[in-house]
């Protein structure tokens, strides 16, 4: 099958959407089909062989924050060249919805389009002034994923219509065969996440910290992630900063690595989580997880049964959840063995299957996907010359 | 230019521009329909190889006779079933196949048969796809209504002849042990 793949962010900035187009991508080649993917990127970058670049992303002020999006005629022309030259037999459009290249691709293109929506903007008033010209464009999609439950409900409310909810994948085995390292072993807490954003929750933990230590001095913080080490440690007392670890920012595999070692992976993210990928690859790595109870990661930890939650920002209840859970190491293998098992789901060889089986259904008897030639007045009116 | 030129001008101007909005409108609704029409035909071919592999476990032998006759009976009349009947003759295909295997262990007896491992694969990609298939049809549906409701499509009858379309309702939860989730379980 000819695959084409749009991704909206910059594929030189690191980020969710875009690793999971590189696994996606990765995999379905890995499979034998062919893939493209047309992504946002410096002209100077390398670029992986099956990224095409559509131009550089330009930062403007979108929605609250400075967002790099594509956009002009330029990206638009590149767009349209991409999909020529492609010739696919269905497109795969990540979130369609904001206002770079995937609205644009969506606008461009007919034929069979699969769109996978990731998160949900909260509806803002650009969105609602652009409604009839999102939706002719969304109206072409032929099939819609959302990456979770509370992903498909947001898009839901939002976008009106539905979509089939299938799972950000992961490599479950590179995590799994991962090897522990030594000096991470032994009463270790472990967080991954940006340091300076405080919606990944370290404060909250920072804050649990001294009432841990109190009962348990031997545990040890590792925390890996970008951001200002001094000012996270600030709120502790000089006693007990010796005992987090920061590991800056780390490589796949000294994550995977970290998250073999430690005894238990705490998420104690606050919110704006529509998925929640990195506890999948704590339960790939046979990490007990103990997160935070947002509908994103109550959803993953299948209701509570692969990990424990707790209350959202009550570091009290985390730090009695993390005591108990790093006493008890009948229940630390049990969480172990039933994460292990349960993010099986989660592989690339399912979620891999089920994207393929979307595209097999919308391409069967299909056309392949071609540009959308407007037809001009000329041939509206019946005056063109073929 | 005397005054009536100039309104003539200006209603040619608005008379062009509508029916640029017009047929623009329609090419919409021309695509949408065709999109319906493709989400209909998969949702019949997941729904038929839904049937088709039920009918063929159940003949199998491999169920014990009781399974055998109520799964049988359901696929037949869900492949017989008149559109009026379908939705509930499928719904009720869903809930024999809940109840046929609802039990792993039945899983794991038709994947020891000779040719079994095939037939429960078919039959998972057929009751996980037929939900999928459901929804992508639905979502198209209601994508056309949208469109067919707002006021120029009905004042200049954009949608021509074709019939309202309508969504297919019906149980589609598949049974717990051929699910992505029941896997490992």
Excluded at chain 1, 27 to 34: P, Q
Excluded at chain 2, 76 to 88: G, L, N, S, T, Y
Aim: hydrophobic share 45%.
């Amino acid at each position: 099958m000819r695959i084409g793949i749009v991704c909206p962010y910059s594929w030189d900035v690191p980020g969710g959407v875009q690793f999971h187009i590189r696994d996606l991508a990765e995999h379905l080649i890995g499979l034998g089909h062919e893939v493209s993917v047309l992504a946002p990127a410096d002209d100077d970058t390398p670029l992986p062989g099956y990224v095409v670049s559509a131009g550089r992303a330009v930062p403007v002020p979108y929605n609250g924050s400075v967002a790099r999006l594509n956009f002009g005629f330029l990206s638009a022309a590149r767009v349209r060249r991409w999909l020529h030259d492609g010739a696919f037999d269905v497109i795969h459009i990540h979130e369609p919805a904001s206002p770079s290249l995937g609205l644009l691709s969506c606008w461009a293109a007919q034929g069979p389009i699969v769109a996978t929506f990731h998160t949900s903007n909260p509806r803002s008033r650009a969105m609602i002034a652009a409604y009839p010209i999102l939706q002719p464009a969304l109206e072409k999609i032929s099939a819609r994923i959302a990456v979770s439950e509370y992903a498909r409900r947001t898009l839901v409310e939002h976008l009106g219509g539905d979509a089939v909810v299938i799972p950000n994948g992961v490599d479950v085995d590179f995590f799994a065969k991962a090897e522990p390292k030594p000096q991470w072993q032994g009463e270790t807490i472990g967080f991954i996440g940006r340091i300076d954003e405080p919606r990944k929750g370290l404060p909250t933990l920072m804050r649990a910290l001294p009432k841990i230590l109190a009962v348990r001095p031997g545990v040890r913080l590792l925390v890996a992630g970008r951001g200002d080490e001094q000012e996270a440690v600030e709120g502790l007392p000089e006693s007990m900063r010796g005992q987090v670890e920061f590991l800056g920012m780390v490589s796949d595999e000294d994550k995977a690595r970290m998250l073999r070692s430690v005894d238990l992976y705490v998420a104690p993210n606050t919110g704006g989580e529509s998925f929640g990928i990195i506890l999948v690859e704590a339960m790939s790595a046979g990490a007990p997880v103990l997160a935070s109870d947002l509908d994103a990661f109550r959803q993953v930890l299948d209701g509570g049964a692969a990990g424990e939650l707790f209350p959202v920002e009550d570091a009290d209840a985390l730090a009695a959840s993390a005591v108990r859970l790093l006493g008890d190491s009948d229940r630390l293998a049990e969480l172990r063995s039933t994460g292990s098992r349960h993010v099986r789901r989660f592989d690339w060889s399912t979620v891999g299957a089920e994207i393929l089986s979307v595209y097999e259904m919308v391409t069967d008897g299909a056309a392949s996907v071609a540009p959308d030639e407007r037809t001009g007045l000329r041939a509206r009116l019946g005056l063109a010359r073929d | 230019m005397p005054p009536v030129t100039i309104t003539l001008i200006w209603i040619a101007a608005i008379v062009v521009l509508l029916g640029v909005y017009l047929s623009w409108t329609a090419g919409r609704l021309d695509r949408l329909h065709a999109r319906i029409d493709a989400a209909r035909a998969a949702l019949d071919a997941q729904l038929l190889r839904r049937a088709s592999v039920a009918q063929e476990l159940a003949t199998s032998g491999i169920l014990d006779p009781a399974a055998s006759i109520v799964l049988y009976q359901t696929a037949h009349a869900a492949r017989q079933a008149e559109d009026e009947q379908r939705e509930v003759a499928e719904s009720e295909l869903s809930q024999t196949l809940r109840a046929v295997f609802a039990e792993p262990d039945t899983v794991q007896t038709v994947r020891e048969a000779p040719g079994g491992p095939a037939a429960v694969g078919e039959l998972t990609a057929a009751v996980r796809r037929t939900p999928m298939a459901r929804r992508f049809h639905n979502d198209a549906v209601r994508a056309a209504r949208a469109l067919r409701r707002q006021r120029a499509v009905r004042w200049f009858r954009l949608a021509g002849h074709a019939p309202f379309p309508l969504a297919f309702e019906m149980d589609d939860e598949p049974p717990m042990a051929l699910t992505a989730d029941g896997v490992g379980r």
